[in-house]
């Protein structure tokens, strides 16, 4: 099958691809299935839906921005997506990117969504652990300082 995209123009998939939201999303709950696109040159992801072109959510691994990141997984919702072990699960956050603003772009930690990749299953966890900002800045901002003429 083939699909426009938000991000990444027209792609060819198959039925096998497509990651089953059981719920949804919060906010989208009659988006129902996306695909995992993995660009190979980039840290960043995307989560597309099939059913909505407009519908695509930048995603990132929260560990690459907070090492320690760390939450439980409810019994009954490892279950719902086939996780047997933790390693099975592919944790992701959305980012937001401000209209024309990337330099504001912020990362959900509140708010991870867990993909078992080999059941084709996912779903958005809320955690309520104040660690972990729902906005937490993406680029961190350099200070410049000049030393123009110290010697």
Excluded at 128 to 141: A, G, M, Q, S, V
Aim: some cysteine; charged content about 25%.
């Amino acid at each position: 099958m083939n699909m426009e995209t938000k991000f990444f123009g027209e792609i060819e998939f198959s039925e096998e691809d497509i990651i089953h939201f059981k719920q949804g999303l919060p906010g989208f709950r009659e988006e129902t299935q996306f695909l995992y696109l993995t660009p190979s040159d980039s840290k960043f992801s995307c989560l597309q839906s099939v059913k909505t072109r407009e519908v695509a959510f930048i995603t990132i691994s929260p560990f690459i921005v907070c090492s320690d990141y760390d939450f439980e997984l409810d019994d009954d919702l490892a279950a719902e997506l086939g996780l047997s072990t933790p390693e099975e699960a592919m944790v992701l956050a959305i980012v937001t990117v401000p209209p024309g603003e990337p330099k504001k772009a912020t990362v959900n930690l509140q708010a991870p969504v867990v993909l078992n990749l080999h059941k084709k299953t996912g779903c958005q966890v809320i955690i309520n652990d104040l660690r972990y900002p729902l906005r937490l800045p993406l680029w961190k901002e350099e200070n410049v300082e000049t030393t123009a003429g110290v010697k």
